[in-house]
């Protein structure tokens, strides 16, 4: 019975990792290339500063924060990048060890996490930006945001 639970166990952890790190869509291969990081960023500046009607100064204040931001998360995105790549070797390798792949996921998660959290900072540090008319706007566009985010189901 114990033999049994243990393998069930590994079966859904190893289906889980897998689940998850597929469930980025890929995007943990390309995450971390400081030139499509700076391409997004200037992609993102540009819409908030047309959808929010952004005065000079609260888009220099934007652009510092996003300079800021990555800067911070640079470090991070890597080691995320190179978290998940070491979980899809050990999947592909055939003969993972669950706890180790559980391991990794659990350390990968936590990464997430601090990145999650630099994110939640910005979107603070943005909305102390703005008048009351641009706070409510932003605040429909995260709304309108949160549900394109690419996470797969459950996580």
């Given at each position: 019975?114990?033999?049994?639970?243990?393998?069930?166990?590994?079966?859904?952890?190893?289906?889980?990792?897998?689940?998850?790190?597929?469930?980025?869509?890929?995007?943990?291969?390309?995450a971390g290339d400081p030139a499509a990081m700076a391409a997004t960023m200037?992609?993102?500046?540009?819409?908030?500063?047309?959808?929010?009607?952004?005065?000079?100064?609260?888009?220099?204040?934007?652009?510092?924060?996003?300079?800021?931001?990555?800067?911070?998360?640079?470090?991070?995105?890597?080691?995320?990048?190179?978290?998940?790549?070491?979980?899809?070797?050990?999947?592909?390798?055939?003969?993972?060890?669950?706890?180790?792949?559980?391991?990794?996921?659990?350390?990968?998660?936590?990464?997430?996490?601090?990145l999650k959290a630099l994110h939640d900072d910005l979107n603070t540090k943005?909305?102390?930006?703005?008048?009351?008319?641009?706070?409510?706007?932003?605040?429909?566009?995260?709304?309108?945001?949160?549900?394109?985010?690419?996470?797969?189901?459950?996580?």
């Amino acid at each position: 019975m114990k033999r049994t639970l243990t393998l069930f166990l590994g079966a859904i952890l190893l289906a889980g990792a897998s689940a998850f790190a597929a469930g980025a869509g890929g995007h943990w291969k390309t995450a971390g290339d400081p030139a499509a990081m700076a391409a997004t960023m200037q992609q993102h500046e540009a819409h908030l500063a047309k959808a929010l009607s952004l005065t000079a100064d609260q888009q220099a204040a934007v652009q510092k924060l996003h300079q800021d931001l990555a800067a911070t998360a640079q470090p991070l995105i890597a080691q995320h990048r190179q978290q998940m790549q070491e979980i899809h070797a050990l999947l592909d390798g055939g003969n993972a060890d669950p706890a180790e792949i559980g391991q990794k996921m659990i350390d990968a998660h936590a990464t997430g996490q601090k990145l999650k959290a630099l994110h939640d900072d910005l979107n603070t540090k943005l909305g102390a930006l703005l008048s009351p008319d641009q706070l409510a706007k932003f605040q429909q566009l995260q709304a309108a945001h949160q549900g394109h985010e690419r996470r797969p189901a459950g996580f």
